[in-house]
């Protein structure tokens, strides 16, 4: 106001307030706790004093539940991200995650999302990445068409999201029409599965929000016509496995096409336009 910095703790980011959440809603899975006053007590338990009038801790970890507070480092007390991780295994990873810079919209290169997508558990690695000629020991991520994109989202989980949409970005920098369309597909499948997940159905709505405002598909109706798709809703059937679902997709993409292509036919033909941006597509 007036120029003036307000005093306090700095303002939190939007994708830091999801993933703290969704970090700890899997810490309380993964170390079968059910509230973060029982978290607390596990991990810091130099830090809960009980008292004959009962448990005296700090709220912190009911604030990193609520993302009130953000799971950092901060002056003389340690990460509370890898103090979880020490205790229960495989927690970081849903905080600590590449999906964040993604969603922050921070500067990245094909090398960083090479890097990161070789972070993930080797079954994912199995799909993306080949090994390279005799004359090197180093593999590289493999053309990523619609067979090895069907063959992630069977692999699915959060990694495989993360995998669909590190590779939506890498598709945009290298640039790839095909590997970014294929990896939407990918994402739009494995993110039914996501929504089954108990400990992440919580925040799933809005994670999916935020991806798709930040990744939305890309559909051409000429090569200097692109709609851009940023918000959809539809319905799946659940009984038609990972080819149905792609088959699925495939109509509901060729339906926004004839619905865009009305569209374009009423504009200007010189109009210098490069794309439209869609921001709501319901299909029931």
């Not at 939190?12 to 607390?40: C, E, G, S, Y």
């Not at 004959?52 to 799971?71: F, Q």
């Not at 149905?244 to 509901?252: E, P, Q, S, T, V």
Request: glycine residues 4%; charged residues 25%; positive net charge.
């Amino acid at each position: 106001m007036d120029g003036k910095q307000q005093r306090g703790r700095p303002q939190r980011h939007p994708v830091d307030v999801l993933f703290a959440r969704l970090w700890m809603f899997k810490l309380m899975a993964l170390a079968q706790l059910t509230t973060p006053k029982d978290i607390q007590i596990a991990i810091e338990p130099d830090r809960v004093k009980r008292t004959s009038e009962g448990v005296r801790r700090s709220g912190s970890w009911d604030l990193y539940a609520k993302g009130l507070r953000i799971p950092t480092p901060t002056r003389g007390r340690p990460d509370p991200v890898e103090m979880a991780e020490a205790r229960f295994p495989g927690s970081a990873r849903y905080f600590k995650t590449p999906l964040r810079a993604l969603l922050r919209d921070e500067p990245t290169t094909s090398n960083w999302v090479a890097d990161q997508l070789r972070t993930l558990p080797p079954a994912i690695r199995r799909v993306l990445f080949v090994r390279q000629p005799a004359k090197s020991s180093e593999d590289y991520l493999a053309p990523f068409e619609l067979e090895v994109a069907a063959a992630l989202a069977a692999e699915g989980g959060f990694d495989g999201l993360s995998a669909a949409v590190l590779m939506m970005r890498w598709a945009e920098l290298v640039p790839s029409t095909l590997a970014r369309r294929a990896a939407w597909f990918a994402y739009m499948v494995i993110r039914q599965g996501i929504r089954d997940d108990p400990d992440i159905a919580p925040v799933a709505d809005e994670l999916f929000a935020m991806i798709d405002k930040r990744f939305p598909h890309w559909l051409y109706l000429a090569p200097d016509r692109r709609v851009e798709i940023v918000y959809v809703t539809y319905s799946l059937g659940r009984d038609r496995g990972v080819l149905g679902d792609f088959i699925a997709l495939a109509n509901f993409e060729n339906t926004c096409f004839s619905l865009m292509s009305d569209a374009t036919r009423s504009l200007n033909p010189s109009s210098a336009v490069p794309h439209f941006t869609i921001t709501e597509v319901f299909m029931r």
